[in-house]
């Protein structure tokens, strides 16, 4: 079910229906008018909406940065994944390597005993 929070950014109130957490929704509000805040700090002849801009530029950016992030961190762990499958693989064979080459060691000790 939707919640239907008022969050206030940047001066102006905003209704938003979501279902997301209100305590979750105000964290990001209180994020936004922070980071606005620091913007209109740097450079006090932006508006609000030139600043909100710049933060949504800067928030996509952070956006697209992370999934490619995340999509490479997928791939590397695809990788390992697969190299410790092989290795699995190798480590079982030579499990059976070795016990093929121990029953053959019994049987040549057993003849020579004979």
Not at 41 to 65: G, Q, R
């Amino acid at each position: 079910m939707a919640n239907k929070i008022r969050l206030v950014v940047g001066g102006i109130e905003y209704y938003i229906n979501t279902e997301d957490d209100e305590a979750y929704v105000q964290k990001l509000g209180d994020e936004l008018n922070r980071h606005l805040d620091e913007l209109m700090k740097k450079n006090p002849f932006l508006s609000t909406t030139m600043a909100a801009v710049l933060a949504a530029l800067e928030y996509c950016d952070e956006s697209k940065k992370a999934k490619i992030d995340a999509e490479n961190l997928r791939a590397q762990m695809k990788s390992y994944i697969e190299d410790a499958g092989t290795a699995r693989l190798e480590a079982d064979e030579a499990r059976r390597e070795i016990e093929r080459l121990n029953k053959e060691n019994q049987a040549l000790r057993a003849r020579l005993v004979k």
